[in-house]
């Protein structure tokens, strides 16, 4: 490709720097807008102030990228994630929150899609959307209380939440603007060099894995296409006691839940 | 460059870790900060992915399989923990449970009353004039 | 006798620690449930025991027990030495640990009559087996920190046991002394490890490591010194010795296999073992020297207790107290007889004198034993038929009601007082031949062991004086039975009495078989470092003196306790009694000149500390009590206020990280 691709790995090439503050901040104004609160919300203020600093916040980091397709689908699914988390943490009714969430894992199984991990995305979907969502509902729907109440329609201390989230945003951002272009291993990939996976004696399966690491048309390290089959190779010969204890857990955790959950007075705890 | 790099998906994956901190901290209801800790984990989860891609290295997303174990292991257990607080409390609301507090504090007490359930206006009270009319039975149906 | 392959007596070894210490495991932990099978599991344990060490006997007998040594592991290493699991399997090992299973053996089958019934068996049960596991330990490791684990161990196992009724203030209060004062001398023990670990010939702390170590003859006096104390206060000898009459509070099968047969005799084993060991295998004048002073004092220590200990016993009207204060008087006896030094005499060499004097002590350990055990365990039985009473004087005449019980105690006390020719007449023989012979050489020292052959002479009359009275006062005169018995005034069951024909048919069998026959003396032979010389049988002087003391002793017990008919005693024993009562006022001497003392230094002390060190101390503390009551109120039990000091935390680090770089 051309040389001017290259220009984004110098030091602080990537536009954002305190600009980022701006966004920020008129985004959390419109999350602490939005929080509920027994007052009343303005939701007309609050949602745009809040589109408006995601909206800001998505120029900014975007501003050097060309506007290719999978830059749309970019801004897409992550509008749709950050969307649906905003309305995580702002809707006054948990059911409509719960739902929310599957919003976001939606949005963010799309960005597992875009990241080469198409397994990833199912399983994202099934597991949260499908099982743990569903059963918050469950849970939602036993417990259900009457609007407006304690627990849904006050929030604590809503101003000191979005000053601190907004603070942690905007020095994660900075410190990601500042060290992008430095991220020194990332580089050596960028370059093709020094590949760890193929410098050293591992296990063959990781080398079957990552032998077919190749860098894509824009100097990007590409995954191998069989996603799937070489995440099982991955899992079931590199981790392969990992996934056993994991199983464990599972069982360990479904027993638990069982004694936890149990009426107390029916009967002998397991 | 023509399509997002890593430090792209580190700012949404950033954004969502951070909403969801600010949902933990704000909201009151025990399955909303559950909801909350979860947006987190998707977060973390997306930057693995992300690392995952761009390092050529498929250790990322065999650990975000294993977070997605841990997570539905963490999801059922905090059910069965929610279940049980709900059971003694009859209510989601996190701040019921303040025990934990010093001695000497007083319980950190809502005073603002909730919408629906402000005090109603007192009625007028009429005084009583003449003889009070004979009612009719259906009038006492509103 | 036979042939076994060096991994099948290794196997076999391992055989005897091990499965009583995984019986006593599995008796703890099926005891909650099945208390039932604590009894099976730790007889069948301890009957494992038995049989293998049996079978090593047998196996090494043919070839008189030359030393094996059988690897098992290392423990630890300590930069170049390690310290292993090895046993040091020799003759005189071997022969101890066969007396310690059988005679545990034994007391776990009369214990399962004993302690029927008791809600604490399993745990009864299964201390014991942890105790005999721990004396097969202590008895067979190779290297002096694994015997220290032994040692320790049948400490414990001591301790717990004495306080197993630990409800009862005084079975507390006596396991707490027993366990202080063995203490003081486990740590003289440790200082002897400790100090021969720093000599570079000994560092590997192994038996032969030690013994072939070329040492300075003050650090083999030291190392003796501190073994000595060591011993002192295991075997209860004076001025340690308070400790064992009060252990009679434990359950009686306790006091017959830990503080009669077995754990109180190991500092006399340690001791046979060390004194010959240490002398090395040249004659090394200042080394032998070394070793004759502390042999002095285990000489003079062993007499003052054996006499004094014979003394109290006499006037003694608890059963169980009598028998404690004879152990004491017997273990006396064998540390006599551990004094008697090399001094040249005749042909033979100082190291066999030596050798003959701790085959003497090991002799009568084990005879003793035997029939220690056997007295114990019908004192046991007669406890257990009066309903917990072992006070003489509220029982009597019991030979007609307890006929198996009363043959087994006359067969023991015939033993104690040392008649021919049972076996304690062969092993205490032994013990005065070695003093009468010491007495003979011309020696500096002749006259101290004429002493302590008088004093061992005057110790066997006493020894036959207070068994018979005791036995007078148990089993004949008119029949008193105390009200506390109830239904179980008569013989015991068959699971006690079957152990008694048995340890008594050994009490009367054991001396003469491996006594006159020399086959003890023939296999200890071999056991490494002893240098023992052929020696027959004869009738000599101190023998016919000893049987003479012992019928004076017996027919006065006669005179006094059965013909006056427990009447006219009082008077002439009177001062015995008091003397015997207040146990030669030795217990009297510490609480004044140590107890007291110390307890009035200690409130004084203790004064000082509440009145002006801890206002002082209190002050410091004011400070930090005023600067935590300023953030008190952060600690408002909301939740969400930890979370949110956590994210200030975070973004704290954060800036640390882009800001303030």
């Given at each position: 490709m051309t040389a001017g691709m290259f220009a984004i790995t110098e030091a602080g090439a990537y536009p954002w720097s305190w600009w980022v503050l701006g966004p920020i901040s008129v985004g959390m104004l419109g999350i602490y807008q939005l929080l509920p609160r027994p007052e009343g919300t303005s939701v007309r203020t609050g949602g745009f102030l809040a589109v408006f600093g995601l909206a800001g916040l998505m120029a900014l980091v975007l501003g050097g990228v060309l506007l290719s397709v999978e830059t749309v689908l970019f801004c897409l699914f992550s509008g749709v994630a950050v969307c649906g988390a905003a309305l995580l943490v702002t809707l006054a009714n948990p059911a409509r929150a719960a739902l929310a969430f599957t919003v976001v894992v939606l949005g963010v199984a799309g960005l597992f899609l875009l990241l080469a991990a198409p397994f990833l995305m199912g399983a994202n979907i099934i597991v949260y959307a499908g099982a743990i969502v569903v059963t918050f509902l469950f849970v939602l729907m036993l417990a259900q209380q009457h609007l407006p109440n304690d627990a849904d329609s006050r929030s604590r201390e809503p101003f000191l939440a979005c000053l601190a989230g907004g603070s942690a945003l905007l020095l994660i951002l900075l410190a990601l603007g500042e060290d992008a272009g430095k991220l020194e291993s990332y580089q050596e990939v960028r370059e093709g060099r020094a590949l760890e996976a193929t410098r050293s004696p591992v296990a063959p399966v990781r080398r079957a894995a990552e032998s077919d690491l190749r860098l894509d048309m824009s100097g990007v390290p590409a995954l191998p296409a069989d996603n799937t089959a070489f995440l099982g190779a991955n899992l079931y010969g590199r981790h392969l006691i990992a996934v056993e204890l994991a199983g464990v857990l599972l069982v360990v955790a479904t027993l638990g839940a069982i004694a936890v959950a149990q009426r107390s007075g029916t009967g002998e705890a397991l | 460059m023509n399509s997002p790099d890593l430090p792209h998906y580190l700012a949404c994956a950033a954004v969502l870790f951070v909403l969801g901190l600010v949902g933990f901290l704000a909201r009151r209801n025990l399955i909303l900060m559950f909801l909350s800790v979860e947006l987190m984990v998707q977060g973390v989860a997306l930057n693995f992915v992300a690392f995952a891609r761009f390092r050529g290295n498929l250790d990322g997303q065999s650990f975000v399989l294993f977070m997605l174990t841990v997570a539905a292991c963490e999801a059922a257990l905090a059910l069965a923990l929610i279940l049980a607080l709900y059971r003694t409390q009859a209510s989601l609301d996190v701040s019921l449970w303040q025990n934990l507090r010093e001695d000497d504090l007083d319980a950190t007490e809502d005073d603002e009353p909730l919408p629906g359930m402000m005090p109603e206006a007192p009625l007028p009270s009429l005084p009583v004039a003449g003889i009070a009319p004979a009612r009719p039975e259906e009038s006492n149906r509103v | 006798m036979f042939e076994l392959s060096s991994e099948v007596l290794s196997g076999l070894a391992l055989c005897v620690p091990v499965l009583p210490l995984i019986a006593a495991v599995v008796s703890a932990v099926l005891g909650s449930t099945r208390p039932s099978l604590a009894p099976l599991v730790a007889s069948i344990g301890v009957l494992g025991a038995f049989a293998a060490s049996l079978l090593l006997l047998l196996a090494t007998a043919g070839h008189g027990g030359a030393a094996h040594i059988f690897h098992y592991g290392t423990w630890f290493t300590i930069s170049h030495h390690s310290i292993d699991w090895e046993i040091r399997l020799d003759a005189l090992a071997t022969a101890m640990v066969c007396m310690v299973t059988f005679i545990s053996f034994w007391i776990v089958i009369f214990s399962q009559g004993y302690m029927d019934g008791d809600l604490g068996s399993a745990r009864f049960f299964s201390l014991v087996s942890l105790f005999v596991g721990a004396m097969a330990i202590l008895v067979l490791a190779n290297s002096l920190v694994v015997m220290f684990l032994g040692w320790e161990g049948v400490g414990v196992c001591s301790y717990l046991l004495v306080g197993f009724w630990f409800r009862k203030p005084e079975a507390a209060a006596a396991a707490r002394k027993a366990f202080l004062v063995t203490r003081l001398g486990d740590v003289a023990l440790l200082g002897a490890l400790l100090l021969l670990a720093c000599q570079p010939g000994s560092r590997a702390l192994t038996f032969d490591a030690v013994f072939s170590a070329h040492l300075d003859a003050g650090i083999v006096y030291f190392v003796l010194l501190l073994l000595l104390i060591g011993a002192v206060g295991k075997s209860a000898q004076f001025p340690l010795h308070v400790w064992l009459p009060d252990a009679m509070e434990g359950p009686t099968p306790v006091s017959a296999l830990i503080h009669a047969a077995t754990?109180?005799?190991?500092?006399?084993?340690?001791?046979?073992?060390?004194?010959?060991?240490?002398?090395?295998?040249?004659?090394?004048?200042?080394?032998?020297?070394?070793?004759?002073?502390?042999?002095?004092?285990?000489?003079?220590?062993?007499?003052?207790?054996?006499?004094?200990?014979?003394?109290?016993?006499?006037?003694?009207?608890?059963?169980?107290?009598?028998?404690?204060?004879?152990?004491?008087?017997?273990?006396?006896?064998?540390?006599?007889?551990?004094?008697?030094?090399?001094?040249?005499?005749?042909?033979?060499?100082?190291?066999?004198?030596?050798?003959?004097?701790?085959?003497?002590?090991?002799?009568?350990?084990?005879?003793?034993?035997?029939?220690?055990?056997?007295?114990?365990?019908?004192?046991?039985?007669?406890?257990?038929?009066?309903?917990?009473?072992?006070?003489?004087?509220?029982?009597?005449g019991l030979r007609r009601l307890m006929p198996i019980t009363h043959a087994s105690f006359l067969v023991g006390a015939l033993a104690l007082a040392g008649f021919p020719p049972l076996s304690g007449f062969f092993s205490k023989d032994e013990i005065l031949l070695e003093l009468w012979n010491g007495s003979l050489t011309g020696g500096p020292r002749s006259a101290f062991f004429a002493i302590l052959f008088s004093v061992g002479l005057i110790t066997a009359g006493l020894t036959a004086y207070y068994i018979f009275r005791a036995y007078f006062k148990t089993f004949h005169g008119e029949e008193k039975i105390p009200h506390e018995a109830g239904h179980h005034a008569h013989e015991s069951p068959r699971s006690m009495t079957v152990p008694l024909m048995v340890l008594a048919v050994c009490s009367v069998v054991v001396g003469l078989a491996v006594g006159p026959t020399g086959i003890l003396h023939h296999y200890l032979s071999h056991s490494s470092h002893w240098h023992l010389h052929e020696s027959a049988f004869s009738v000599n002087i101190p023998m016919i003196l000893g049987v003479l003391a012992a019928f004076t002793g017996v027919a006065v017990a006669w005179m006094l306790h059965k013909a006056a008919a427990s009447t006219a005693k009082k008077r002439s024993m009177g001062l015995f009694e008091s003397l015997a009562d207040n146990r030669l006022y030795i217990d009297g001497l510490y609480l004044a000149t140590l107890v007291r003392p110390l307890a009035a230094l200690g409130s004084v002390v203790g004064w000082l500390d509440r009145e002006l060190i801890s206002p002082l101390i209190e002050l410091g503390a004011t400070v930090p009590r005023m600067v935590g009551g300023r953030f008190r109120s952060a600690q408002n039990g909301l939740l969400q206020f930890y979370a949110l000091a956590m994210a200030l935390g975070l973004i704290v680090i954060l800036a640390m990280f882009t800001v303030a770089r």
């Open positions: - | - | 754990m109180v005799t190991a500092g006399v084993y340690l001791l046979a073992r060390f004194f010959p060991g240490m002398t090395g295998e040249s004659v090394d004048l200042s080394r032998l020297d070394a070793i004759a002073s502390v042999q002095d004092l285990a000489g003079g220590l062993g007499a003052i207790t054996a006499l004094s200990a014979a003394i109290m016993a006499m006037g003694q009207s608890d059963l169980k107290r009598v028998l404690a204060y004879s152990t004491l008087s017997q273990l006396g006896y064998m540390f006599m007889v551990l004094g008697v030094s090399g001094e040249p005499r005749g042909e033979h060499l100082p190291q066999e004198v030596i050798g003959v004097a701790a085959f003497a002590s090991i002799f009568h350990l084990l005879t003793h034993a035997f029939f220690k055990a056997l007295l114990f365990l019908s004192a046991g039985s007669v406890m257990h038929a009066m309903g917990h009473i072992i006070d003489m004087n509220r029982f009597g």
